[in-house]
């Protein structure tokens, strides 16, 4: 017996909708599972760029703590070479003199006539002569003996200014290689050794005042170079902020030392004076004096931690010594902005920021803006 094909049964209503909602459930799972996968391919993304920057970031402050130590390592060497010269100088300049001070007693103790006996005792015209010329001979070669010694103790001290110049040298680069493997203690304690240097010793002292006189002169070129590089990019007009004029004091802390020649406390003569000092207190805040954008923002030889600020119309403004830095350079930063923190970095007697305002470069009184 044959049976014809029965109709399919019609689903029931529950049944349908109960398969849309897991369908929809499914559809939403999907969704959020293909969301979680695009933000952790995202955040991947992010973390290797990151990985990638602190990689940079990490070899290039290793290759600048290589430099730093080969640096150190050249100057520690020159510096030791230096110290044998000035020891071998002083050795022979020693002995000579007191081989010299030995004669010139002798003759003084001598009787006022023992010369002239000496020339009594001559057999003859010609002995006379002769033992006349000797005499004179001698004379002559103690007073080219007390000249050379004068000439010999200038030497001496000059190659001293030097010892202590190249000592300068060397801190300074330990302070920048401290810094760079931020370790602050060290650099605290280094810092006070230097500035106990400074404080005691005039020759650390005139030496540190002629490396940062070298290092003003040498900024003058830096902050053209800067601006010039700054104004070739294409975009630098549309990212650059015009300064207001009007300058705000950076610090709240009274003034200490003005701009211009002055006669050195310490050192007693006339020396020029690149900028406006601030008795600030070790890590008070530093403000922007004008709107601007950072053209450096780094270690700067003599400066130590420095900033400088391009504001337009060829006028820069320069804050020196900081112990921490608060902007990096190409940023723009706004008129009172917190920029730093006051420091001793750098060849300092102290903490105090120095600050300069500078015209295509050259330094100008910064009380005619503030």
């Not at 022979?92 to 103790?109: D, G, H, N, P, V």
């Amino acid at each position: 017996m044959f049976f014809s094909e029965l109709p399919a049964l019609p689903a029931k209503p529950d049944a349908i909708k109960g398969l849309q909602q897991q369908k929809q459930q499914i559809d939403q799972q999907r969704q959020s599972i293909k969301k979680e996968r695009d933000r952790l391919t995202n955040l991947q993304k992010v973390v290797k760029e990151q990985l990638n920057g602190l990689q940079q970031n990490l070899k290039a402050t290793n290759s600048q703590i290589q430099n730093s130590q080969l640096q150190l390592k050249q100057a520690t060497e020159y510096l030791q070479q230096l110290e044998a010269k000035l020891a071998t100088a002083e050795v022979s300049y020693y002995e000579q003199q007191a081989a010299t001070i030995a004669r010139l007693r002798f003759l003084q103790r001598s009787p006022t006539n023992q010369g002239w006996a000496v020339l009594l005792q001559s057999q003859n015209v010609g002995d006379f002569i002769s033992r006349r010329r000797s005499l004179k001979l001698i004379f002559q070669a103690d007073q080219k003996i007390l000249v050379k010694l004068a000439a010999q103790a200038k030497q001496i001290n000059k190659q001293r200014t030097e010892v202590e110049q190249q000592k300068n040298q060397i801190a300074l680069i330990q302070q920048q290689l401290l810094a760079q493997q931020a370790n602050t203690q060290a650099q605290a304690g280094l810092q006070k050794e230097l500035m106990q240097r400074l404080n005691s010793d005039r020759l650390a002292l005139e030496a540190a005042q002629t490396q940062l006189e070298k290092d003003s002169q040498a900024i003058a070129a830096l902050i053209q170079q800067k601006i010039a590089a700054a104004a070739a990019k294409t975009n630098s007009r549309k990212n650059f902020i015009q300064g207001t004029g009007i300058f705000a004091y950076p610090s709240n802390a009274p003034t200490s030392s003005p701009f211009g020649w002055r006669i050195h406390p310490i050192l007693g003569y006339r020396r020029f004076h690149a900028g406006l000092d601030f008795a600030a207190s070790y890590g008070s805040t530093i403000r922007a004096a004008d709107s601007g954008t950072v053209i450096f923002a780094g270690w700067y030889g003599g400066y130590g931690r420095a900033v400088i600020i391009n504001h337009g119309n060829g006028i820069t403004t320069l804050y020196g010594h900081c112990s921490e830095l608060y902007v990096t350079e190409g940023q723009s930063v706004q008129r009172g902005q917190a920029i730093a923190a006051v420091g001793s970095t750098g060849l300092s007697t102290g903490p105090h920021l120095h600050f300069e305002v500078r015209k295509h470069g050259t330094p100008v009184d910064p009380m005619a803006y503030l």
